[in-house]
């Protein structure tokens, strides 16, 4: 039986590159989640005034691959200690959350959470906020699997590409079959 994570580590094409490529997911979709405007636009997002955060809900079967190692990959693909940004990315949309969908999952996250900050892994501390999931809104069409059919643009050139490089590299045997 399948389960549901979704996380906001900043941007979400990012965040999607990085998460359909693990053995296990089975579907990773765009959405906006943690706001207080019914069925956000991108654009409203962008704004930083309707309290979503760009996040990605993926479907994962835990035979496969546990929301421990789910965790594990979204504490180590972007900076937690930098409130409402990733690198050049600004603004509570980009912010690190965590939208647990049960206690099983809120324990994991804060003892996570509680670890990390106890090993110092970073010098500053960790700001990822852990908060239920109460509304999950899909992003437009055209933001799915948007670094696969826009790897040449810009953005994913020089930032969505070096994060997967690197989550390739230190996350090598838990990827699919390339």
């Not at 997002?45 to 190692?69: F, K, L, N």
């Not at 994991?108 to 990390?116: D, H, N, T, V």
Request: net charge negative; proline share 4%; charged share 25%.
């Amino acid at each position: 039986m399948k389960e549901k994570a979704t996380f906001g580590s900043g941007c979400f094409w990012c965040s999607e590159a990085v998460f359909q490529r693990l053995n296990g997911v089975t579907a990773v979709k765009s959405g906006y989640s943690g706001g207080s405007v019914e069925n956000p636009s991108y654009e409203a997002v962008c704004t930083g005034t309707t309290g979503h955060a760009e996040v990605v809900q993926m479907e994962y079967d835990p035979e496969i691959i546990s929301y421990e190692e789910l965790l594990e990959v979204f504490w180590n693909t972007h900076d937690p200690t930098t409130l409402n940004r990733q690198g050049n990315d600004v603004g509570t949309q980009y912010r690190s959350v965590i939208f647990f969908h049960d206690d099983n999952q809120k324990q994991l996250a804060e003892s996570f959470k509680q670890k990390l900050g106890d090993e110092k892994i970073w010098s500053d501390p960790i700001v990822t906020e852990i908060a239920p999931l109460e509304k999950f809104y899909p992003a437009e069409n055209y933001h799915e699997d948007y670094f696969n059919r826009n790897g040449g643009q810009p953005y994913c050139s020089f930032v969505v590409a070096p994060k997967v490089k690197k989550f390739k590299e230190v996350f090598s045997s838990k990827l699919k079959d390339q």
